[in-house]
């Protein structure tokens, strides 16, 4: 079976929670594919967001696209519902002045129907967060 993005809007996934909003830069633009659009934060952190996926998913990386992220929190939950959370990572990103950061996580054999991603500080006073990619395939339930 050949391994997919399951981030993607287009293969069932939904931002289920998102801390901030503006009607500019919606939530469900870092699951459309696109580097050019992006969700942006609009305040103090942490912030955070939760994308569903339409069924539990076996992931092997998970790859962000993102703008002055300083640290941030990937969990999973493999319940029905976006709760019972665990950690899976936390790193301290790297930033360079006018590029967008891009940061991959390698995470074998890791089940999922929700990944959390917690944006717990910044370099500035906002962040933007591009895309977002979980690349695995579909569990046997």
Not at 6 to 20: F, I, K, N, Q, Y
Not at 41 to 57: A, S
């Amino acid at each position: 079976m050949k391994a997919a993005d399951w981030c993607l809007s287009s293969a069932g996934a939904a931002v289920v929670l998102a801390t901030s909003s503006d009607e500019n830069y919606p939530p469900e633009n870092m699951a459309d594919g696109s580097s050019e659009t992006f969700w942006t934060t609009t305040g103090m952190f942490p912030q955070e967001f939760i994308i569903g996926f339409p069924m539990r998913v076996k992931i092997s990386k998970v790859t962000i696209q993102c703008y002055l992220v300083r640290t941030l929190r990937i969990e999973r939950s493999v319940s029905k519902e976006p709760v019972d959370f665990e950690q899976c990572v936390e790193k301290d990103l790297q930033y360079t002045e006018g590029e967008l950061q891009t940061e991959e996580f390698p995470l074998p054999d890791f089940q999922a129907t929700y990944l959390r991603f917690i944006i717990k500080s910044a370099f500035d006073h906002f962040v933007s967060v591009h895309r977002v990619m979980a690349e695995g395939i579909a569990e046997n339930t």
